[in-house]
């Protein structure tokens, strides 16, 4: 059956896909005699759909661990799935809202019940659409943070935690969530880079037992006004002194709250004169604590204000709402003396977008100082690698300023913090695995008999990030309880054999955004119970934005669907055009152009099979020298190119990789020596050439197969007969072999004398179906060799050399002059304007030579090699001059 002339994706990708998963390639397990490969997916939260950012992200890991495999690794590709307690939760929500009923008129447990039911439903939808991309993972490896073994891990480790002292419970400031009603952690509330406008409003507040005396203060947040305890000022501002220690009347509810002198303000801003309202501002809540102030939170959970604010007609309205009101009020009382606009940073929470509220609460926290330590030092040691090695600043910032991590969450998916509190006291708790420890732990802890009836657990979840920090350790199931030591708090590799053998992996492949977030996090676990770093690299991937540098996201649409694109293009070209331009670390900035230019890659191959397969092959003709030629190159070059393409994948320069790739078939594979090779038409090829063809196009298909899977994966099904587990995705990765340099240096001439060939029938109107004689000047051949091959892409008939250079067009090839004979065809005006416009521009380039080699100060400081390359163009300008130069007299006679 003759071979469609398009590449078509929709009847290669899906048969593939299945046959590979039915011949359980993608399957890994612990092998002795293989080295491992291992990458453990980033897992989506359950709630997700396939974005830019997964595309990606898991092309980049699928790239790698393809490569793996056919390196003759034991290549496992670990996918699974986050629970992601805030955004599922919100989604679950929603959806019973739909269906009219309340999240309050449920138990927790009819509540889970609904929450499964949706993770069921939909939370397998993500990794299902990795499969379309061709996400080559060990599906049967898949993982879930709420799976039951991941569960009683993720508890396991808060009570080691807990038991060793890292883990305490305690009343601080911390980040809330009105719209969620959850504590966040630092990292969890997000800035916009360039800030956002507000509006810094300056109140007066009244002395005390004066008749006009007032102060003013300045404050974004009118609303908590009610809240406030005290007015601080610096200890060196004159302009307050005379008020350290006297009363002042709170607006409206005319509470005394006295005027306090402290560092932190800054005489510079606003008035200088701070209102303290330690219940909702992190530095007031500080200033409060040196102050042994009040604390007073007239903000509900959900952001409605309470009857702390003493002004009932605010009670239950949401604080912006008031803040409006009371903004109103201020004027028409005469407390408003004025209101400025300016930028600022605003704390929103990561899931919510909400304004964050700082809110005084009794939460977990986890010490970080110490834990971090060995995770600092890592990274700052390239124990641990991160490319690009720029974010190493990034890392050591957030690691020398690391804060407490606030991991308890006021929500019912997650993992129930395993906390059993039996009296009212604020010791009255214990923590422990199950229920059955609890009541033993409570027992000896309290002094009398508990009951189960007698135990609370603690309400509240973890962090979604407290349980897939143990994602590389937890996967591999590493805490069971005959790899655990309850002793010493540390995993026994050598009792499970799966994590003593994938374990560390090799690479983790991730945004920056989530570099603390999760990685870091990861590295402080793996020292904490494995002694041992958890991966050895980090590729950090840049940010998928539009062509004008926006962010792609769903409210601006300008994030297409990716399997919308699939459809269209190709999963190969998909996954290629995202690769085109995606540096590590640098913002990608996509144009669906270059899914286009990825599906024509795929024609282009496409078409280049079909050539050759179209070949007739005679057994009996005697191989061509030139073709002796084409091949010995095109192995040369090939070989070059690993090289290259080696480098490239050690320093995880991806992008560079797959243009490598690409470069090799379309121009060296396809444009030059399909083209050399190529019998006339309707004339039989040799069987040798093509033999060695044949398994030359298996090394450029086996090169790009980890890019573009499937395309390769059918053309070597065509290529030639294949046994049925014979696939291209465990062929062997081809080994670098010899490099004639000598034989890349003529064939790079003898490609130069073609295209300066071609560019002259081109702009003289000359058809390639004619052939030409060719004119070079004796003593200059410096690829004979090649002169087959030249003649045949050029159509030369001729090749002379004569004491009189022939009245025609010429161009030189470095420094050797060729002239193409145009016989009378020549129109002498135009062809004297070209050359003048040559002369002149090398004349210019001479010019600025010159101009740096007579520079004292740059001969003086330049290297030897530099000052070489100088001289050598300047020797080359003078040559092309000279040639012009002749060119141009011979012009005129």
Same mark, same amino acid.
């Given at each position: 059956?003759?071979?469609?002339?398009?590449?078509?994706?929709?009847?290669?990708?899906?048969?593939?896909?299945?046959?590979?998963?039915?011949?359980?390639?993608?399957?890994?397990?612990?092998?002795?005699?293989?080295?491992?490969?291992?990458?453990?997916?980033?897992?989506?939260?359950?709630?997700?759909?396939?974005?830019?950012?997964?595309?990606?992200?898991?092309?980049?890991?699928?790239?790698?661990?393809?490569?793996?495999?056919?390196?003759?690794?034991?290549?496992?590709?670990?996918?699974?799935?986050?629970?992601?307690?805030?955004?599922?939760?919100?989604?679950?929500?929603?959806?019973?809202?739909?269906?009219?009923?309340? =999240?309050?008129?449920? %138990?927790? #447990? /009819?509540?889970?019940?609904? *929450?499964?039911?949706?993770? !069921?439903?939909?939370? @397998?939808?993500?990794?299902?659409?990795?499969?379309?991309?061709?996400?080559?993972?060990?599906?049967?490896?898949?993982?879930?943070?709420?799976?039951?073994?991941?569960?009683?891990?993720?508890?396991?480790?808060?009570?080691?935690?807990?038991?060793?002292?890292?883990?305490?419970?305690?009343?601080?400031?911390?980040?809330?969530?009105?719209?969620?009603?959850?504590?966040?952690?630092?990292?969890?509330?997000?800035?916009?880079?360039?800030?956002?406008?507000?509006?810094?409003?300056?109140?007066?507040? =009244?002395?005390?037992? %004066?008749? #006009? /005396?007032?102060?003013?203060? *300045?404050?974004?947040?009118? !609303?908590?006004?009610? @809240?406030?305890?005290?007015?601080?000022?610096?200890?060196?501002?004159?302009?307050?002194?005379?008020?350290?220690?006297?009363?002042?009347?709170?607006?409206?509810?005319?509470?005394?709250?006295?005027?306090?002198?402290?560092?932190?303000?800054?005489?510079?801003?606003?008035?200088?004169?701070?209102?303290?309202?330690?219940?909702?501002?992190?530095?007031?809540?500080?200033?409060?604590?040196?102050?042994?102030?009040?604390?007073?939170?007239?903000?509900?959970?959900?952001?409605?204000?309470?009857?702390?604010?003493?002004?009932?007609?605010?009670?239950?309205?949401?604080?912006? *709402?008031?803040?409006?009101?009371?903004?109103?009020?201020?004027?028409?009382?005469?407390?408003?003396?004025?209101?400025?606009?300016?930028?600022?940073?605003?704390?929103?929470?990561?899931?919510?977008?909400?304004?964050?509220?700082?809110?005084?609460?009794?939460?977990?926290?986890?010490?970080?100082?110490?834990?971090?330590?060995?995770?600092?030092?890592?990274?700052?040691?390239?124990?641990?690698?991160?490319?690009?090695?720029?974010?190493?600043?990034?890392?050591?910032?957030?690691?020398?300023?690391?804060?407490?991590?606030?991991?308890?969450?006021?929500?019912?998916?997650?993992?129930?913090?395993?906390?059993?509190?039996?009296?009212?006291?604020?010791?009255?708790?214990?923590?422990?695995?199950?229920?059955?420890?609890?009541?033993?732990?409570?027992?000896?802890?309290?002094?009398?008999?508990?009951?189960?009836?007698?135990?609370?657990?603690?309400?509240?979840?973890?962090?979604?990030?407290?349980?897939?920090?143990?994602?590389?350790?937890?996967?591999?199931?590493?805490?069971?309880?005959?790899?655990?030591?309850?002793?010493?708090?540390?995993?026994?590799?050598?009792?499970?054999?799966?994590?003593?053998?994938?374990?560390?992996?090799?690479?983790?492949?991730?945004?920056?955004?989530?570099?603390?977030?999760?990685?870091?996090?990861?590295?402080?676990?793996?020292?904490?119970?494995?002694?041992?770093?958890?991966?050895?690299?980090?590729?950090?991937?840049?940010?998928?934005?539009?062509?004008?540098?926006?962010?792609?996201?769903?409210?601006?649409?300008?994030?297409?669907?990716?399997?919308?694109?699939?459809?269209?293009?190709?999963?190969?070209?998909?996954?290629?055009?995202?690769?085109?331009?995606?540096?590590?670390?640098?913002?990608?900035?996509?144009?669906?152009?270059?899914?286009?230019?990825?599906?024509?890659?795929?024609?282009?191959?496409?078409?280049?099979?079909?050539?050759?397969?179209?070949?007739?092959?005679?057994?009996?003709?005697?191989?061509?020298?030139?073709?002796?030629?084409?091949?010995?190159?095109?192995?040369?070059?090939?070989?070059?190119?690993?090289?290259?393409?080696?480098?490239?994948?050690?320093?995880?320069?991806?992008?560079?990789?797959?243009?490598?790739?690409?470069?090799?078939?379309?121009?060296?594979?396809?444009?030059?020596?399909?083209?050399?090779?190529?019998?006339?038409?309707?004339?039989?090829?040799?069987?040798?050439?093509?033999?060695?063809?044949?398994?030359?196009?298996?090394?450029?298909?086996?090169?790009?197969?980890?890019?573009?899977?499937?395309?390769?994966?059918?053309?070597?099904?065509?290529?030639?007969?294949?046994?049925?587990?014979?696939?291209?995705?465990?062929?062997?990765?081809?080994?670098?072999?010899?490099?004639?340099?000598?034989?890349?240096?003529?064939?790079?001439?003898?490609?130069?004398?073609?295209?300066?060939?071609?560019?002259?029938?081109?702009?003289?109107?000359?058809?390639?179906?004619?052939?030409?004689?060719?004119?070079?000047?004796?003593?200059?051949?410096?690829?004979?060799?090649?002169?087959?091959?030249?003649?045949?892409?050029?159509?030369?008939?001729?090749?002379?050399?004569?004491?009189?250079?022939?009245?025609?067009?010429?161009?030189?090839?470095?420094?050797?002059?060729?002239?193409?004979?145009?016989?009378?065809?020549?129109?002498?005006?135009?062809?004297?304007?070209?050359?003048?416009?040559?002369?002149?521009?090398?004349?210019?380039?001479?010019?600025?030579?010159?101009?740096?080699?007579?520079?004292?100060?740059?001969?003086?400081?330049?290297?030897?090699?530099?000052?070489?390359?100088?001289?050598?163009?300047?020797?080359?300008?003078?040559?092309?001059?000279?040639?012009?130069?002749?060119?141009?007299?011979?012009?005129?006679?």
């Amino acid at each position: 059956m003759a071979l469609s002339t398009k590449y078509n994706p929709s009847d290669v990708e899906d048969k593939w896909y299945q046959y590979w998963q039915k011949q359980n390639f993608f399957h890994s397990e612990v092998n002795p005699n293989k080295k491992p490969y291992c990458i453990v997916i980033p897992p989506p939260n359950v709630t997700g759909v396939l974005h830019m950012g997964h595309m990606l992200n898991n092309t980049i890991q699928d790239v790698l661990i393809r490569k793996a495999r056919m390196e003759g690794k034991e290549a496992c590709w670990v996918p699974g799935t986050d629970h992601a307690s805030i955004a599922t939760e919100a989604r679950v929500v929603a959806m019973l809202r739909e269906k009219g009923i309340k =999240k309050s008129d449920l %138990s927790r #447990d /009819e509540f889970l019940k609904y *929450a499964w039911e949706w993770k !069921e439903k939909y939370g @397998g939808i993500i990794l299902e659409q990795l499969k379309k991309l061709g996400a080559s993972c060990d599906w049967e490896r898949t993982s879930f943070t709420m799976d039951e073994d991941y569960y009683k891990a993720v508890i396991r480790v808060f009570v080691d935690l807990h038991n060793k002292g890292y883990i305490y419970r305690g009343l601080r400031m911390i980040n809330w969530d009105c719209e969620a009603k959850t504590a966040l952690s630092n990292e969890e509330v997000l800035y916009k880079e360039d800030g956002e406008k507000s509006i810094l409003y300056s109140v007066r507040y =009244k002395v005390k037992d %004066s008749e #006009d /005396e007032w102060v003013v203060i *300045a404050t974004q947040r009118p !609303e908590t006004i009610m @809240g406030d305890v005290a007015i601080a000022v610096n200890p060196s501002d004159e302009r307050y002194k005379n008020l350290i220690g006297k009363k002042i009347l709170v607006p409206f509810i005319n509470r005394e709250i006295p005027v306090i002198a402290d560092d932190y303000v800054d005489k510079e801003f606003g008035t200088g004169c701070l209102k303290v309202t330690p219940a909702h501002d992190v530095n007031d809540y500080e200033i409060g604590q040196r102050h042994n102030l009040p604390v007073i939170d007239t903000i509900n959970d959900d952001g409605s204000l309470n009857e702390k604010c003493e002004l009932p007609k605010f009670y239950g309205k949401d604080r912006f *709402a008031v803040r409006k009101e009371i903004v109103k009020d201020l004027k028409a009382a005469g407390h408003l003396v004025k209101e400025e606009e300016f930028v600022t940073r605003i704390g929103r929470s990561e899931r919510t977008n909400t304004v964050v509220e700082p809110k005084l609460s009794l939460q977990w926290f986890v010490k970080m100082k110490e834990i971090s330590r060995k995770a600092h030092q890592a990274v700052e040691e390239d124990e641990i690698k991160l490319h690009p090695a720029k974010f190493k600043n990034t890392y050591r910032y957030w690691m020398e300023n690391v804060r407490d991590w606030c991991i308890s969450r006021q929500l019912w998916w997650g993992h129930r913090i395993p906390a059993y509190f039996y009296g009212n006291g604020e010791d009255d708790f214990v923590v422990a695995e199950t229920l059955a420890d609890a009541i033993k732990f409570a027992t000896k802890k309290s002094g009398r008999s508990i009951t189960e009836k007698e135990l609370r657990q603690d309400e509240d979840v973890l962090d979604t990030w407290a349980s897939s920090w143990l994602w590389p350790m937890e996967v591999f199931k590493g805490f069971k309880d005959d790899s655990f030591d309850t002793a010493t708090g540390k995993l026994i590799p050598a009792n499970n054999k799966e994590l003593d053998y994938y374990y560390p992996t090799q690479v983790l492949v991730t945004a920056p955004e989530i570099l603390f977030f999760w990685v870091a996090r990861m590295i402080i676990a793996g020292y904490e119970y494995m002694d041992k770093k958890p991966f050895e690299n980090v590729y950090l991937t840049g940010i998928v934005r539009d062509k004008q540098g926006r962010k792609m996201s769903k409210s601006l649409g300008n994030s297409p669907d990716p399997l919308d694109l699939i459809n269209t293009y190709g999963a190969d070209a998909v996954r290629t055009g995202m690769l085109f331009s995606s540096p590590a670390g640098n913002d990608l900035l996509y144009d669906e152009k270059l899914v286009e230019q990825g599906r024509n890659f795929t024609n282009k191959i496409w078409n280049a099979f079909r050539l050759v397969k179209g070949w007739e092959v005679d057994k009996q003709l005697i191989q061509p020298e030139e073709n002796k030629t084409a091949i010995h190159w095109f192995e040369s070059k090939f070989n070059q190119s690993l090289i290259e393409l080696t480098d490239h994948f050690d320093k995880f320069r991806m992008s560079d990789a797959l243009h490598g790739v690409y470069k090799l078939i379309w121009d060296d594979f396809c444009a030059w020596y399909l083209e050399m090779i190529k019998p006339e038409f309707g004339k039989p090829i040799d069987v040798v050439t093509y033999t060695k063809t044949i398994s030359l196009f298996e090394n450029v298909l086996k090169v790009l197969h980890p890019f573009m899977p499937f395309i390769t994966e059918e053309l070597w099904s065509e290529l030639s007969r294949r046994a049925e587990k014979e696939c291209i995705l465990v062929a062997t990765w081809p080994t670098a072999g010899n490099i004639d340099a000598s034989l890349l240096k003529e064939a790079t001439l003898a490609f130069e004398t073609i295209t300066q060939v071609r560019n002259t029938r081109n702009s003289k109107g000359i058809s390639p179906k004619v052939a030409i004689k060719l004119y070079k000047k004796e003593g200059t051949d410096d690829f004979s060799c090649f002169w087959p091959i030249i003649k045949k892409l050029s159509n030369i008939n001729e090749v002379f050399s004569a004491p009189e250079k022939p009245a025609g067009v010429s161009f030189l090839v470095g420094t050797v002059e060729y002239t193409i004979p145009l016989e009378g065809k020549l129109d002498l005006e135009k062809e004297r304007e070209l050359i003048l416009k040559d002369l002149a521009y090398q004349r210019g380039f001479l010019a600025s030579v010159d101009k740096k080699l007579s520079n004292e100060k740059f001969v003086a400081g330049a290297p030897a090699k530099v000052l070489e390359l100088e001289q050598q163009k300047k020797a080359d300008a003078e040559t092309k001059i000279k040639s012009y130069e002749e060119a141009l007299r011979e012009l005129k006679e």
